[in-house]
C-alpha cells in the first residue's frame, strides 16, 4: 500500500483539513403547550419507542474474512468487471474489496456524524414542539449509528477513508445555510434516501452477517428520518413562495448532479497505487454507474412528495437519467425497512436454535464418544 496511510487518524485528520464550520440560522420556541402536531406526535413515539443497542442486538463477536470482512460481492467493487481486475492476483483482488469497503463505510460514517450535527439545527430551528421531539429520537439514533459504524470500522474493516468530495461539500454548504430545510432537503430528502437504497442493498447481499445486520437496523431507522423530513417540508413549502421553491429546485439539482456525477471512490485506487488506470475503469464501470443511478430510486419520488417536482426540476432529473423513478411505488420497500428487522431477528432465533441443538447433540456424541480418561 502507498502512502498516505489512511488507518491513522493524524492522517485522517490532515486530510479532512478544518471541520469547524459555522452555524446558520436560529432557534425557535413553542409556548404554547396545547397545540399538538398529531402525526409528529406519532412518528416521535415510533422513534422513542424503536431504539435500540448495538452492544445488545448485534453479534460482535464473530470473526469476519480477513480476506473480505464486509463479504462485499464482487459488483460492489467499482472497478470489478474491468480488464484491469481481470489481470488482478487473488490476494489484489482480496485488498481491493477491504479498501472498497472501508472507503463505502467510511462514507457512512462520516455522513452519520453529519446527521448527528445536522438534525440538531433541525431540532433547535422546527417551530412545533413534537417537531424538536422528533429530532431529539433522531439525535439520539445518529448518535448510535456514529457509534456502530465507527465500531465496524475500527474492529472488523480495520480501515478509514476521509468524507468524499460531493458529499462534503454538499452537507458543509447547509450547515452554514440560514435556511434551516435546506439541511432537511440534503440531509433527510438526499443524503437519507441514497442511504436506504444502499442498506437495502447490503441487509440482502453482503456476506458478512453483521453488516447484513448492521444495514437492517440502521435502515429501519433512517426510514423513519425520511418520513421526519417529509412531514416537515410538506408542511412548510406551502408557505413559500414559487420564486422561493425554484431556488430549492435549483439546489437540489445541484446536489443531484454532484452525486451522480462525482460520488466516486479514486481514494482507494490512488492509496492502493492502483493509479489512473483504475481510477478511469471505476469511472467507467456500467455496473458502478447504475449503482450510482439507482440510488435516486428513492430520492426523486422523495422530491416529488414535497411538492419540489415543477418543470426545471423534472428536466434536470431526465437530463440525469433518473426522472422515471418519479412513478416508483416506495410503499412497499417502507414496509421492507419496517419489517426486515423483525425477520433478522427471527431467523437469528432460529439459528441460534439450530446452534444450540447442535452443540448440544456434539456434547452427547462427545460424551458417548470419549475414552474413559478420568481416573473413577
Ligand atoms: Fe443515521
Ligand atoms: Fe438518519
Redesign the pocket.
Known sequence: MTEPDYTDPAVLTNLAGDWTIPLGGYATLQWDYDRVNEKMLRLYVQGKQRQWDADGVLDWEREPDPANPTGIPDQFVSIAGSALWDRLPPEERALARRHAAGWLYSQFLHS?QF?LVGVGRVCAAASDLESKMFAATQLM??AR?VEAFNRYIKTKIMLRYPYAPALRSLLEQVISEARWDFGVLAGHVMVENMALVTHAQHRERMGDPLARALSAY?AR??ARHVAFGRLLLRQYYPQLTQRELREREAFVLEGCWALKSRYVDDDVWITLGFGEQAIAAARRSPVSREFRRRLFMRLVPGLKEVGLFGPRIQEGLAKLGVLGFGDFDEESLRKLDEHAVDKLAAADIAGRREDIAATAELGAGQVADAPSAMPR
Open positions: 452519520e446527521a439514533d445518529e449509528h440502521v431507522d433512517e
